[in-house]
């Protein structure tokens, strides 16, 4: 049986839900999956025992967040004239071609290695930072993802490469963007818990650098903060402060599945041609298989 490893982040669960529907193509044409949770710090499998080999993330601010950096970093060189491909899977809030950049960094640590990239894809989920997406746009989205995510699939297992395009200028622009690694970690420093927090424990347990601990009664962010929001996104009382970046901040789980007619939108004018654009040719590539297939 053939096997496939993704290794991935996701600080807010819409990486995982991505890679997830990856998991059930995979499974459903008869590959056996390993998922790796960077999450865990001990990473000990052997990638070139795998027949298929995946990154997954969010994008921050342009960039692969710190942590997919240093495990691409942790990675072992291949041995000589050995090369492994890989594929790239990455989620982000809007669309914008500017996000394709944020693997720049992450292919030449893994270029050095022996690592060759032979397919890539990006897919619009809903923002866990600046506002929350409405719920008739995160259906849309995900209406997208998931039916373009087993196309994107199926590309990997037949060894058809696709790879995504770059502004011009793009590595020193991902240099810039990538502040937000040194940044994060200052800010996090600033979040703060207000008394309607209830103790729960939660913030503590799922943060991925365990930068949360509890000093004499107290509340205590300390200097690994991955600005992930898994912290904030999640708390049941919406109680965490997220510093200097407050007034983006997003609580509480998407629905992805639901569609009112009457809801009011939000942020209309917002990236509007970008969205337009990431809908249109995803649905054109959608459509045109169903035509082929004559569904
Ligand atoms: C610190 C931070 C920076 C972000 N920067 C970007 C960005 O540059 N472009 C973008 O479209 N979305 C950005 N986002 C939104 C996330 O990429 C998006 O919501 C992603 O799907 C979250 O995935 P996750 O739930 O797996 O963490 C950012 C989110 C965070 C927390």
């Known amino acids: 049986m053939k096997r496939v490893l993704i290794c991935y982040f996701s600080g807010t669960g819409n990486t995982f839900k991505v890679v997830n529907e990856y998991v059930k193509f995979f499974n459903e044409h008869g590959y056996d999956t390993t998922l790796f949770n960077m999450d865990n710090k001990e990473f000990n499998l052997n990638i070139l025992e795998y027949d298929l080999f995946g990154i997954a993330y969010p994008i921050h601010a342009f960039n692969a967040p710190s942590n997919i950096l240093k495990f691409a970093k942790s990675l072992d060189k291949l041995p000589k004239k050995t090369k492994k491909s890989y594929f790239i899977i990455k989620t982000s809030g809007e669309p914008l071609k500017l996000n394709n950049i944020s693997s720049l960094k992450l292919r030449s640590i893994l270029k050095k290695k022996g690592y060759v990239l032979t397919n890539e894809y990006h897919y619009c989920m809903p923002y866990n930072i600046i506002f929350r ?107 965490i402060k997220i510093g200097l970046f407050n007034k983006w901040k997003v609580n509480g789980s998407y629905d992805f599945n639901s569609y009112d007619e009457n809801e009011v939108q939000t942020h209309q004018k917002y990236c509007k041609k970008s969205y337009q654009k990431y809908f249109a040719r995803n649905q054109k590539r959608i459509d045109e298989i169903k035509t082929n297939k004559n569904i």
């Not at 000093?215 to 996104?233: D, H, V």
């Open 133 to 239: 997406h409405t719920n008739n746009m995160v259906y849309k989205m995900w209406n997208i993802a998931s039916n373009v995510i087993p196309l994107d699939a199926t590309e990997i297992i037949n060894n058809k490469e696709s790879k995504l395009s770059y502004v011009l200028f793009g590595r020193l622009l991902a240099f810039i963007f990538r502040i937000e690694h040194w940044g994060g970690r200052f800010n996090g420093k600033h979040y703060k818990v207000n008394d309607t927090c209830l103790k729960c424990g939660k913030c503590i347990k799922n943060c991925p650098t365990n930068n949360i601990t509890i000093e004499n009664n107290e509340f205590k962010f300390n200097k690994n903060c991955l600005m992930c929001m898994r912290c904030s996104f999640n708390c049941p009382v919406d109680a």
